[in-house]
């Protein structure tokens, strides 16, 4: 299937930007540039909690349940910003954990926002991920044990440099040295970088 960062690009993309921006008074821009970046970093926290059998056990459980049957994808135009904020907070911390707070901050410094309304924005994505990754388990029938590849499909085809940024997020220990590679990554402003920004193609090179 299409990359993650694909999802921005439809109706259900731009009615996120349109909520996640109403909810924090940001920029459209800005929150779609947030989302950019986080939607492959809740992701890349999915994929490397499925290493662990454990990790892929309870992940695979959750999307089990109806309420990430890909239900949300189809009406949400219909959800209200709190119910969205609340269900991601929940689901960020069972993802994320204490690296929530880091990331957070590390896309606000990049982005010049206010890492409270960065946090909202994280928050209201990860249910859409939740219901993306659950329609498409059940439409592949996919196992514990396949999540990890599927998971691997819908961050799509990332360079290797864009990929060890998100490696290098989850595992940094909140200096915030990484935040100049991660608006060079996000805004295609790392020179010799080849291949593009993680989101060029999507924000048409603006």
Do not use: F, Y
Request: no cysteine; aromatic share 0%.
């Amino acid at each position: 299937m299409a990359s993650i960062l694909d999802l921005l690009n439809t109706q259900m993309g731009e009615e996120l930007v349109k909520k996640a921006s109403s909810k924090t008074s940001e920029d459209k821009g800005k929150v779609t540039s947030a989302l950019g970046m986080a939607l492959p970093l809740i992701l890349g926290a999915m994929k490397r909690n499925t290493k662990d059998p454990e990790g892929a056990e309870n992940l695979d459980k959750a999307l089990q349940s109806e309420k990430h049957n890909g239900d949300v994808l189809n009406n949400l135009e219909e959800k209200d910003a709190e119910e969205l904020t609340g269900e991601g907070s929940k689901i960020l911390n069972h993802v994320l954990g204490s690296r929530q707070s880091r990331i957070s901050k590390t896309i606000a410094g990049a982005l010049n926002m206010d890492e409270t309304s960065v946090n909202k924005i994280l928050e209201m994505a990860a249910p859409v991920i939740m219901g993306l990754l659950g329609q498409q388990k059940r439409k592949d029938n996919v196992g514990a044990s396949g999540l990890s590849g599927l998971l691997g499909s819908v961050m799509g085809s990332n360079s290797s440099h864009d990929q060890s940024l998100v490696e290098t997020l989850l595992d940094a220990d909140g200096d915030g040295s990484v935040i100049d590679d991660v608006a060079g990554m996000v805004l295609g402003g790392k020179k010799g970088k080849k291949g593009g920004s993680l989101l060029g193609g999507m924000l048409g090179g603006k």
